[in-house]
């Protein structure tokens, strides 16, 4: 069961506009979620988190909203640049089990237009 | 460069042997994680080991073993491979401070079975 979903496969922008990558989950214990950033051939590498007690975290570019009541949240990147072409995952996990291992959704890969 | 390794970066071998993946975590960091994407997947967590311990435990079948030796490194073990354990294996490591939940990823294993 896919306790965190991420329904959009791919996304493809223009250089300079806007990407918003959407996530949800279905866990009401998950009290920290993050973004993580995948090139080919490489490990996943951490993007930006948020706690479950604010509702938005930005960080340059990259901004994640948290909505708890709907199970959501996104991240903006403002403006898209081609070097952000990748595969973006989302990921959750709650610090109740003292365990913190991560729950990934599929992951969505953006692709920036020059 | 996340700080983690992990050896071998390909590894392909037959169906019904076993194989042993190697992970060093980032300096300092005393939690291990293991995880498997396989094929059009999100990362599944398989294992976690804290300063020898084992702390949590996913969807690691039982022909996969794992342990974390004093000096921190970590080895997973999967025997009796089958055709769909082909995946890409990665290790993650973390600090494992309370609000503290970002893991670093190493480059991954890619495992193919035939």
């Known amino acids: 069961d896919q306790q965190v979903k991420q329904n959009s496969p791919s996304l493809s922008v223009q250089e300079g506009r806007i990407s918003i990558l959407n996530c949800d989950y279905t866990?009401?214990?998950?009290?920290?979620f993050l973004w993580y950033k995948k090139y080919p051939a490489e490990g996943p590498t951490f993007l930006i988190s948020?706690?479950?007690?604010?509702d938005k975290n930005e960080d340059g570019r990259f901004t994640v909203f948290l909505n708890k009541s709907a199970k959501h949240l996104s991240l903006h990147i403002v403006p898209s640049q081609p070097g952000d072409s990748a595969v973006y995952f989302c990921a959750a996990t709650t610090d109740q089990t003292g365990a913190n291992n991560l729950f990934f959704g599929t992951g969505t890969r953006l692709t920036v237009i020059p | 460069d996340s700080g983690v390794t992990q050896t071998p970066k390909h590894l392909i071998t037959a169906t019904g042997q076993r194989v042993t993946l190697r992970c060093s975590p980032r300096?300092?960091?005393?939690?291990v994680y293991w995880y498997q994407q396989s094929l059009d997947q999100g990362l599944q967590f398989l294992i976690q080991?804290?300063?020898?311990?084992?702390?949590a435990k996913g969807n690691i079948l039982e022909r996969f073993s794992a342990q974390q030796f004093p000096d921190l490194h970590s080895e997973l073990n999967l025997s009796s491979l089958e055709l769909g354990d082909s995946a890409l294996y990665f290790c993650?490591?973390?600090?494992?401070?309370?609000?503290?939940?970002?893991?670093?990823f190493g480059p991954g294993t890619r495992l193919t079975v035939t």
């Open positions: 948020i706690s479950s007690i604010k």
């Open positions: 080991y804290y300063n020898g311990e084992e702390r």
């Open positions: 300096s300092g960091d005393l939690s």
């Open positions: 866990n009401s214990m998950f009290d920290y």
């Open positions: 993650a490591s973390s600090v494992d401070v309370s609000g503290l939940y970002e893991q670093y």
